[in-house]
């Protein structure tokens, strides 16, 4: 069993800040590429940002120099910083962990809500 805990979403102006974590437990051999994906209402989800074991870096355009992902190993935590948020990034935020020998692991989703 592997768990996923999701905290940092919530209500913010255009233009300001939130920082999201994703802390993964339990039965973990080892974490290989850890992401962030988004779904608005209407919408297919899609991915925000990514980060891989060797540190790699991957980001949705809409979101690149905004946002920043970022992860701690020891923690088996991953980040995502984000920036200078618009109304369209309002959305369910998913954390994304792919490990080693277990698969792929969907955590519950926080919703973050930009105003204008």
């Known amino acids: 069993q592997v768990q996923l805990v999701e905290s940092g979403g919530g209500l913010v102006q255009a233009g300001g800040s939130l920082r999201l974590s994703c802390a993964a437990s339990?039965?973990?051999?080892?974490?290989?590429?850890m992401g962030w994906y988004r779904q608005a209402p209407g919408k297919q989800r899609e991915l925000v940002a990514a980060?891989?074991?060797?540190?790699?870096?991957n980001y949705a355009d809409s979101v690149k120099d905004r946002f920043t992902i970022s992860r701690d190993n020891a923690k088996n935590t991953v980040y995502l910083q984000m920036n200078t948020l618009k109304p369209e990034d309002t959305a369910v935020y998913y954390c994304?962990?792919?490990?080693?020998?277990?698969?792929?692991?969907w955590g519950q989703g926080t919703q973050v809500t930009v105003s204008s």
């Open positions: 994304n962990v792919q490990l080693t020998i277990v698969g792929t692991y």
């Open positions: 339990g039965n973990i051999f080892s974490i290989n590429t």
């Open positions: 980060i891989t074991s060797g540190g790699s870096r």
